[in-house]
Nanobody, 126 residues
Framework: VQLQASGGGLVQAGGSLRLSCLAS????????LAWFRQASGKDREFVGS????????TYADSVKGRFTISRDIAKDTVYLQMNDLKPEDTAVYFC????????????????????WGQGTLVTVSS
């Protein structure tokens, strides 16, 4: 499995969850990872991204200030820490990856990513 997302669940509004994405990073030379989400009946949307080389992550406006992306190099894992969750954050969350860094304007482009994880469901109750 190239990407394996986990950590979803049910949480009340205002609560927190941390998602994990275990990446076969070295085998496939994955250097750029992102989180997307898809709510029921809606298109998949970009949440944020991180370059394994260490620059600051980028975030969608809808999650900025509430979500934080980080990485653990030793564990080949990227995390999505979600705080102050809202019912509108309810979605299936996916991690995605590609080999090369993306410019800012391309990071929300789903087609730019070569690998996708299976998704993990986050449900936020009001």
């Amino acid at each position: 499995v190239q990407l394996q997302a986990s950590g979803g669940g049910l949480v009340q509004a205002g609560g927190s969850l941390r998602l994990s994405c275990l990446a076969s990073r070295r085998r496939f030379n994955m250097n750029f990872l992102a989180w997307f989400r898809q709510a029921s009946g809606k298109d998949r949307e970009f949440v944020g991204s991180i370059y394994w080389g260490g620059e600051s992550p980028t975030y969608a406006d809808s999650v900025k200030g509430r979500f934080t992306i980080s990485r653990d190099i030793a564990k080949d894992t990227v995390y999505l820490q979600m705080n102050d969750l809202k019912p509108e954050d309810t979605a299936v969350y996916f991690c995605a990856a590609r080999q090369n860094r993306l410019v800012l304007s391309e990071r929300a482009n789903e087609g730019a990513y070569n690998w996708w994880g299976q998704g993990t469901l986050v449900t936020v109750s009001s």
